[in-house]
């Protein structure tokens, strides 16, 4: 009876909903692992432990060590793939660009720290 006396909203929406910790871990544990792996490099870009170049095999190699340490499986995640997923997150602060080095060219990852720390949330 108490309940049924109590005043409500006509109409209910997600907002009036809560977000409870089992929601959360829901919306994490389905989040694309090269989000999640982008979020952390925010995260360390933010506190200066990330550098502004990358070759692309380094990107990867660090890609492949983040899924690892989150326990994530990379199966058919490949260098290609890995560069393609990176490219469809339309970063805009993340630049693939061609670099000679010792006189061989290597795919490098050019990254705006700081435009990438706000495009990214800002977090």
Same mark, same amino acid.
């Given at each position: 009876?108490?309940?049924m006396k109590?005043e ?12 409870t910790?089992y +929601? #959360?871990?829901?919306?994490?544990s389905?989040?694309?692992?090269i989000?999640?792996?982008l979020?952390d490099?925010a =995260?360390?870009a %933010?506190?200066g432990?990330?550098e502004e ?6 990107f990867?190699?660090?890609?492949i060590g983040?899924?690892s +340490? #989150?326990?994530?499986?990379?199966d058919?995640?490949?260098?290609i ?7 469809? =997150?339309?970063? %805009? ?5 061609v670099?000679?080095?010792n ?13 990438f720390?706000?495009?990214m949330?800002g977090l």
């Amino acid at each position: 009876d108490y309940f049924m006396k109590q005043e409500c909203k006509p109409r209910i929406v997600n907002s009036d909903m809560p977000t409870t910790e089992y +929601h #959360e871990e829901m919306i994490k544990s389905h989040k694309p692992l090269i989000k999640m792996f982008l979020e952390d490099l925010a =995260e360390k870009a %933010k506190q200066g432990e990330l550098e502004e170049m990358y070759s692309a095999e380094d990107f990867y190699r660090m890609f492949i060590g983040y899924a690892s +340490h #989150e326990k994530q499986s990379t199966d058919g995640i490949n260098k290609i793939s890995f560069a393609l997923k990176v490219k469809y =997150e339309n970063i %805009k602060s993340i630049v693939k660009k061609v670099k000679k080095i010792n006189g061989k060219a290597t795919n490098m990852y050019m990254i705006d720290l700081d435009a990438f720390v706000a495009e990214m949330g800002g977090l």
